[in-house]
C-alpha cells in the first residue's frame, strides 16, 4: 500500500494565479483532511470530507475550495493564489469507524511558496 | 471552544538523557488526547494517544504521556533519549462526542538530539 500521497511535492506560484492539490489514499478510508503547517502555530484544518461527495469547512477555510468526488481523492483548490497561502499542506485520512479516536495516517506534504 | 498549548517551542537535549515535552489543553467537553510526530521532511504520524483507562500510555519506542484530568495536561516523556528521535513533536485534542474527527493540534515542539 503507498498509504496517503500527495501531488505535487513542491510549487511556486505568483500572486493571483490558481492550482489544485491532489491528495489520494488506498486504504479505503472514509474521512480525509486537508491542514495547513506554518511555524510556530502547528496544523490548522482547512476543510474535510467524512465521505464521498462531502465537504466541511474547518477552522481557516478561507480562499480554498475542496471537492471528494471519488472516495480516494481528496484535492484542495486555490483559485487566486496571495502571499498568505505560502505555507506547507498535509492531507490525512482515517477509517472513521469512531472518528475521534481514530487514528489520522499522513501524506508526505507540499510545500507551496506564493510570490 | 477547545486549544492546546505546548509550553516549549524548542527542547535541546544530550543523547541518553531524559526529557520531558509539555501540552496542556483547555476545552469544555471531554476530549481524546494524541501525540503525533513529525521527522524531518515526512508527514505526521501517530505516537501514541489516550482514549480511556488507564492515564499513562506508552508508544513502542519507550516514549509515554500521562492524563492528568485535573490539571489538563498530557506530557511526554521519555527516560533516554537517541538522536533518532530528533524530530518535531505535536500534542493534539478530538472532540470525545463529535463524529467529525477533526484534530485540534498545539504549535508543536522541536526535540533537537545532541551527540
Known amino acids: 500500500n503507498a498509504g496517503v500521497t500527495q501531488t505535487p511535492k513542491f510549487r511556486v506560484l505568483k500572486t493571483g494565479q490558481s492550482m489544485t492539490l491532489l491528495c489520494a489514499q488506498d486504504?479505503?478510508?472514509?474521512?480525509m483532511y486537508w491542514y495547513r503547517q506554518d511555524p510556530g502555530m502547528g496544523l490548522r484544518l482547512i476543510h474535510y470530507?467524512?465521505?464521498?461527495?462531502?465537504?466541511a469547512k474547518g477552522e481557516v477555510p478561507d480562499g480554498y475550495n475542496v471537492s471528494r468526488l471519488k472516495k480516494q481523492n481528496f484535492l484542495l483548490g486555490l483559485e487566486s493564489a496571495a502571499p498568505s497561502q505560502t505555507s506547507v499542506y498535509f492531507c490525512?485520512?482515517?477509517?472513521?469507524?469512531?472518528?475521534?479516536?481514530?487514528?489520522?495516517?499522513f501524506g508526505p506534504g507540499t510545500r507551496l511558496t506564493v510570490l | 471552544a477547545q486549544s492546546v498549548t505546548q509550553l516549549d517551542s524548542q527542547v535541546p537535549v544530550f543523547e541518553e538523557a531524559p526529557v520531558e515535552l509539555r501540552c496542556n489543553y483547555s476545552?469544555?467537553?471531554?476530549?481524546?488526547l494524541f501525540w503525533y510526530v513529525q521527522y524531518p521532511n515526512q508527514g505526521l504520524q501517530l505516537l501514541l494517544k489516550y482514549l480511556s483507562g488507564s492515564t499513562l500510555v506508552e508508544s513502542i519506542n519507550g516514549f509515554e504521556a500521562e492524563f492528568n484530568k485535573s490539571q489538563t495536561s498530557f506530557h511526554l516523556r521519555k527516560p533516554s533519549v537517541h538522536i533518532s528521535d530528533t524530530a518535531e513533536y505535536f500534542c493534539a485534542v478530538s472532540e470525545s462526542a463529535g463524529n467529525t474527527g477533526k484534530l485540534i493540534f498545539g504549535q508543536g515542539t522541536t526535540l533537537q538530539v545532541k551527540p
Open positions: 490525512a485520512s482515517s477509517y472513521s469507524r469512531a472518528p475521534s479516536t481514530d487514528t489520522q495516517y
Open positions: 470530507s467524512v465521505g464521498e461527495g462531502t465537504t
Open positions: 476545552s469544555s467537553v471531554s476530549v481524546y
Open positions: 486504504m479505503n478510508h472514509e474521512y
